[in-house]
């Protein structure tokens, strides 16, 4: 079984600074799919940036962008220039490559952007 | 078009009454999931339906009960439910493609039995 953990659960930035947030996870599995989702006070579970294990190359979104590092088993999320509207719970994800499409969530960060 | 519709939004019901969830996506995605959360919590995956078929159920108790009239609809029936199963109820769907697997997630139904 795959198993996701954030030991941040929660963190602090100001305004246009920059943050990491840190997940690792476990798995046997050598075919997978890493994703960080954003979740507002709104509500609604927003895809931020997703990395596919077979690509060493590091995935990035505008002002995020991740740190893979598949040995380790490690895939944080760095925020840059951070905004007001960052303002989040922010959930690190796992998804096997193989035929079942169940999402392993850890269990988030709540990141806060002060002005 | 990005977009998973539910409705409604907000959902009060007693314990002995029956009300159903609707989802709706028109990305053309074969796979549909219902999730439900507790507060400051993750998701937690309760149905999947693939190719309109309930492929995976995560023992959800039965007054739960999914329904997936066509690849674009998802229902979630609810009868008797205790007041512990007040929660956000997210609907999701996903493409079955290879290098395809990320889920969108809809506003949810924030559910309170009383």
């Known amino acids: 079984a795959q198993t996701v953990t954030q030991s941040q659960p929660e963190m602090s930035v100001q305004e246009a600074e920059t943050v990491t947030l840190s997940c690792t996870y476990d798995?046997?599995?050598?075919?997978?799919?890493l994703f960080w989702y954003k979740q507002p006070p709104s509500r609604q579970m927003i895809l931020v940036i997703r990395?596919?294990?077979?690509?060493?190359q590091n995935a990035t979104e505008n002002r995020f962008s991740v740190n893979f590092q598949k040995a380790a088993k490690s895939f944080s999320l760095k925020i840059s220039d951070s905004q007001l509207g960052d303002t989040a719970m922010y959930f690190c994800?796992?998804?096997?490559?193989?035929?079942?499409?169940?999402?392993?969530f850890g269990k988030g960060t709540l990141l806060t952007v002060n002005p | 078009d990005t977009e998973v519709t539910q409705t409604p939004k907000h959902l009060v019901m007693g314990m002995t009454n029956k009300k159903s969830l609707k989802c709706e996506q028109h990305?053309?995605?074969?796979?549909m999931y219902w999730y439900k959360q507790k507060a400051k919590k993750p998701p937690e995956l309760m149905f999947v339906?693939?190719?309109?078929?309930?492929?995976i159920n995560e023992s959800v108790p039965s007054r739960f009960s999914p329904e997936c009239p066509n690849s674009s609809l998802l229902n979630l029936h609810l009868h008797a439910l205790q007041p512990e199963d007040s929660a956000l109820y997210l609907c999701?769907?996903?493409?079955?493609?290879?290098?395809?697997?990320?889920?969108?997630f809809g506003q949810g139904t924030r559910l309170t039995v009383v």
């Open positions: 999701a769907s996903s493409q079955l493609m290879a290098g395809r697997t990320e889920a969108f």
């Open positions: 798995t046997s599995e050598s075919n997978y799919y």
């Open positions: 990395q596919e294990a077979y690509k060493q």
């Open positions: 994800a796992f998804v096997s490559g193989g035929s079942n499409y169940k999402l392993t």
């Open positions: 990305m053309g995605h074969r796979a």
């Open positions: 339906y693939s190719y309109e078929k309930l492929s």
